[in-house]
């Protein structure tokens, strides 16, 4: 599959990029994350629990996947999960402790829930609540053209 129709694949998905709220731990959360991405990998799919201080952070989010998705195709990834590539190359990083001690979920109060899985609520059963609706929706051609203009400088 040549670059530009891989970025297609990778992008032709809907994100979720809400604000939730947890009913149980966090780290129960995070393992029902982490038991879906490892199921989701093959696909590309995967949800990304973060510090909602990064509500603002969609098009960075979606740079930092498309970068993930291509070190994971081209074997240059430091990560197996797509969900942790991403946020290496999200927060700059090259190790996953320090990737999660500056952008990780810092409250249990919320988070920031960036995924491309399809009825992602769905996934955690009733374990989340929205706080705040931020973008569900697919990316529009517009967004792509923009993303394609910014990455041509970041992507590997």
């Given at each position: 599959m040549e670059e530009y129709e891989f970025v297609n694949f990778l992008t032709n998905k809907e994100f979720t990029f809400n604000i939730y709220e947890s009913k149980v731990s966090l780290s129960e959360i995070i393992?029902?994350?982490?038991?879906i991405n490892?199921?989701?990998?093959?696909d590309y799919?995967?949800?990304?629990?973060?510090?909602?201080?990064?509500?603002?952070?969609?098009?960075?989010?979606?740079i930092?996947?498309?970068n993930a998705g291509l070190s994971l195709r081209n074997k240059t990834n430091q990560s197996?999960?797509?969900?942790?590539e991403t946020l290496l190359f999200f927060n700059n990083e090259n190790?996953?402790?320090?990737?999660?001690?500056?952008?990780?979920v810092k409250s249990e109060k919320s988070f920031l829930l960036f995924s491309n899985i399809t009825d992602v609520e769905k996934a955690f059963s009733n374990n989340i609540k929205l706080i705040r609706n931020i973008k569900i929706?697919?990316?529009?051609?517009q967004e792509i053209n923009k993303l394609s203009k910014i990455t041509s400088n970041k992507i590997v």
């Open positions: 393992k029902i994350s982490e038991k490892l199921k989701n990998s093959k799919e995967f949800i990304l629990i973060i510090d909602p201080k990064y509500a603002t952070s969609y098009p960075e989010l979606i930092s996947y498309l197996k999960s797509i969900a942790f190790s996953i402790t320090a990737a999660l001690e500056k952008s990780g929706e697919p990316l529009n051609e």
